[in-house]
């Protein structure tokens, strides 16, 4: 097994075109598959209202739908948890801008 060695300074790459967990799941896994959210959610077992949220970003990726996902779709559960974070973490930079905007 792979491990990511975590430093203090860890950062992702910023010229890679930043994509919500839902971006990623709808784009990359379910329509090459051709798969909609209530198959997905068959199989995986997470609700299909709360994929169609996470496909639309109005609900986050959690550990569990991590999980549920990496043994569904052969990824592993830190990729989508990885994502998200990324996801969170721009968004709040973006935020932060916009505020630092008004003052």
Not at 7 to 18: I, W
Not at 38 to 67: C, F, K, N, V, Y
């Amino acid at each position: 097994m792979d491990l990511i060695q975590l430093t203090p300074r860890m950062d992702v790459d910023p010229s890679v075109h930043l994509r919500s967990p839902g971006e990623v799941l709808l784009l990359d896994y379910m329509l090459p598959a051709t798969i909609n959210p209530s198959q997905l959610a068959r199989r995986t077992g997470i609700r299909a209202l709360h994929l169609r949220e996470i496909l639309t970003d109005a609900r986050p990726m959690t550990p569990r739908h991590a999980i549920r996902l990496a043994l569904v779709l052969d990824t592993s559960p830190l990729y989508w948890l990885v994502l998200q974070a990324r996801h969170d973490l721009a968004r709040e930079a973006q935020r932060d801008a916009t505020l630092s905007g008004w003052m």
